[in-house]
């Protein structure tokens, strides 16, 4: 299978920025509060997010006072992100990067975080880069939202998800794209912990969070019949013109390793 970093992972979200802002899911608050408090944050460190999209894991941790820079490729993601308000008065600043490439000063964070993103990356680079631009202490952090398949609304959801060409090599690597970091030679102390998400969603909602894929169908027959699907397992499912995704939210964090063996 073809490595994602090859796949375009840039323009292929290009005109998703208003789907993926309105329908994309938050991350629970216990595991933004778990980073903040693994990685030593606090109102006089710093936080890059690279990846940050429309900035949804970008937002959460600037609310809680946590200084944050926002790194993304993609010029109208981008241009969302730093369009969007955030809660309180600590605002996000926000500048085209890459992963591999974030333009940002060597030790100059204290954590780095890569929410729903990292597979879209060149692993080895980007950890290279991440250890750069780290603090000596500084922490990766490799988050993740990924469907809990025990809920049968959530299963039968993804049956239709899965039935896109394409799909299954995205999302198949997903997750277990973080679990490089647990053996690199860059970070030490590694591990996962994983918490419970879910997101609450009428017919419109869960027809818009589809639609945010990247994979997901563009021609509009293709659309229209996956939109349909899509309506179907809802109506099963919906009580009072909603229901809930469960996701399974992972979280990896290692620490910089200072000495880094040759």
Same mark, same amino acid.
């Given at each position: 299978?073809?490595?994602?970093?090859?796949?375009?992972?840039?323009?292929?979200?290009?005109?998703?920025?208003?789907?993926?802002?309105?329908?994309?899911?938050?991350?629970?608050?216990?595991?933004?509060?778990?980073?903040?408090?693994?990685?030593?944050?606090?109102?006089?460190?710093?936080?890059?997010?690279?990846?940050?999209?429309?900035?949804?894991?970008?937002?959460?941790?600037?609310?809680?006072?946590?200084?944050?820079?926002?790194?993304?490729?993609?010029?109208?993601?981008?241009?969302?992100?730093?369009?969007?308000?955030?809660?309180?008065?600590?605002?996000?600043?926000?500048?085209?990067?890459?992963?591999?490439?974030?333009?940002?000063?060597?030790?100059?964070?204290?954590?780095?975080?890569?929410?729903?993103?990292?597979?879209?990356?060149?692993?080895?680079?980007?950890?290279?880069?991440?250890?750069?631009?780290?603090?000596?202490?500084?922490?990766?952090?490799?988050?993740?939202?990924?469907?809990?398949?025990?809920?049968?609304?959530? =299963?039968? #959801?993804?049956?239709?998800? $899965? /039935? @896109?060409?394409?799909?299954?090599?995205?999302?198949?690597?997903?997750? !277990?794209?973080?679990?490089?970091?647990?053996?690199?030679?860059?970070?030490?102390?590694?591990?996962?912990?994983?918490?419970?998400?879910?997101?609450?969603?009428?017919?419109?909602?869960?027809?818009?969070?589809?639609?945010?894929?990247?994979?997901?169908?563009?021609?509009?027959?293709?659309?229209?019949?996956?939109?349909?699907?899509?309506?179907?397992?809802? =109506?099963? #499912?919906?009580?009072?013109? $909603? /229901? @809930?995704?469960?996701?399974?939210?992972?979280?990896?964090?290692?620490? !910089?390793?200072?000495?880094?063996?040759?």
């Amino acid at each position: 299978m073809a490595k994602l970093s090859n796949e375009n992972p840039t323009g292929r979200f290009s005109g998703l920025q208003e789907l993926y802002a309105r329908h994309r899911p938050s991350y629970p608050a216990e595991a933004i509060d778990f980073i903040i408090q693994r990685c030593g944050l606090n109102s006089t460190t710093k936080l890059v997010d690279v990846g940050c999209g429309t900035g949804i894991s970008t937002r959460l941790f600037a609310a809680r006072g946590i200084p944050v820079v926002g790194i993304e490729p993609n010029e109208a993601m981008l241009t969302k992100a730093v369009a969007a308000e955030t809660e309180g008065d600590n605002q996000p600043t926000y500048f085209r990067g890459t992963a591999e490439e974030t333009r940002m000063p060597a030790a100059c964070a204290t954590a780095v975080l890569a929410a729903q993103a990292f597979h879209w990356f060149d692993a080895a680079k980007a950890l290279r880069e991440f250890h750069r631009i780290l603090r000596p202490g500084g922490h990766a952090v490799l988050m993740w939202n990924e469907r809990d398949p025990a809920d049968p609304f959530t =299963a039968d #959801y993804g049956m239709v998800i $899965r /039935s @896109v060409p394409g799909a299954a090599e995205v999302e198949g690597p997903c997750g !277990r794209a973080g679990e490089v970091i647990l053996c690199s030679p860059l970070f030490e102390q590694a591990d996962l912990t994983v918490f419970k998400n879910q997101q609450e969603l009428n017919e419109e909602g869960v027809v818009g969070r589809a639609l945010s894929a990247s994979y997901a169908p563009r021609e509009p027959a293709a659309v229209e019949a996956f939109t349909a699907a899509l309506k179907e397992v809802f =109506a099963r #499912y919906q009580r009072d013109g $909603r /229901s @809930v995704l469960h996701y399974v939210t992972s979280v990896y964090i290692g620490r !910089r390793r200072e000495v880094v063996a040759s």
